[in-house]
């Protein structure tokens, strides 16, 4: 056994040991997962637990090498960067006119999706109605700090808006603590909320250290997300690295997307994660990465 399936494999002790000591068990996914495990029966959570369908699977043990897959989005053909990449505005004073403009450089570059905050969903959603371009919103951003209620109801609201895509952030405060059945039950509340729409869970990969990142992986895929993604580009961290990216694939395999965000400005930057692995990227200086010039913004 390898050192990283042996971390792996601590995770998945930490976390069983966790749920079992929840007293009167855990309201939401994580209980009813712990609850239904063996058995066929409706999970009042994520709904993506194994036991749903394949009885003999211990709900658990899919955390041991995250070795079952969660569901992805159906590939599109794709060449060129500029399909990849989640053109990006999330900025806090962000105005409409910046909202228009960043839709009409998605539609004109033929991105993959525009990245916005919940509030601005539905706005950029009218605006890129009848397009190939998607609509992704931000759920619990930047902090990852708000209830998996709040998390999942900000979730369902942008996709009534039109949000077809939802990138989530992590419970990051939890995992620094080591509250693994935490973090899962937030994510598979929002996947629950989202459905049948593709999840990101942004892990903030620069304040984790490498077993909360694989912790994070794992969790993830348990949970019944579409994707990891590296940052927010916010709370003053490094944003997405080579590193983090290879490590990232590693650990979901090919039943997941790798988003890498965070510091992506040019076109070398985004050719250096796609070859590490990432098959999304975001960024908000797009335009200038498939221009082959070099963005000024953070993110």
């Known amino acids: 056994m390898s050192e990283l399936e042996q971390l792996i494999d601590q995770i998945t002790a930490a976390v069983k040991a966790r749920l079992g000591r929840e007293e009167n068990g855990r309201s939401g996914a994580v209980a009813e997962a712990v609850a239904g495990s063996g058995q066929r029966g409706e999970c009042g959570g994520c709904g993506m637990c194994p036991n749903q369908d394949r009885r003999e ?3 658990f043990a899919v955390l041991g090498a995250a070795r079952l897959g969660t569901p992805l989005l159906p590939a599109k053909p794709c060449e060129g960067l500029h399909c990849l990449i989640d053109h990006t505005l999330l900025k806090a004073d962000a105005t409409r006119d910046e909202v228009k403009k960043l ?4 539609r004109k570059h033929e991105f993959a999706s525009v990245c916005v905050n919940s509030g601005n969903a539905r706005y950029a959603a009218t605006l890129l109605a009848g397009t190939n371009v998607i609509v992704c919103a931000v759920v619990g951003f930047p902090l990852g700090a708000a209830t998996g209620a709040a998390k999942a109801f900000e979730a369902k609201e942008a996709i009534r808006a039109g949000a077809r895509e939802i990138d989530m952030v992590m419970n990051v405060g939890a995992m620094k603590s080591g509250d693994h059945a935490t973090v899962l039950d937030d994510i598979c509340k929002v996947v629950q909320a989202s459905r049948p729409y593709a999840v990101k869970v942004i892990l903030e990969t620069g304040l984790l250290d490498h077993d909360e990142k694989v912790a994070g992986c ?3 895929k348990v949970g019944g997300a579409a994707f990891v993604k590296t940052s927010t580009g916010f709370n003053n961290t490094t944003g997405a690295t080579v590193e983090d990216v290879e490590l990232m694939r590693r650990l979901v395999g090919s039943e997941m997307g ?3 965000s965070g510091g992506i400005r040019t076109k070398e930057d985004a050719e250096k994660m796609v070859r590490a692995g990432a ?6 200086a797009s335009v200038a990465i498939v221009t082959g010039k070099k963005g000024s913004s953070a993110y």
């Open 57 to 59: 699977a211990d709900t």
């Open 103 to 106: 839709c009409d450089e998605a």
């Open 218 to 220: 794992v969790l993830a």
């Open 279 to 284: 098959n999304r990227l975001g960024a908000s």
């Open 258 to 260: 790798v988003k890498a």
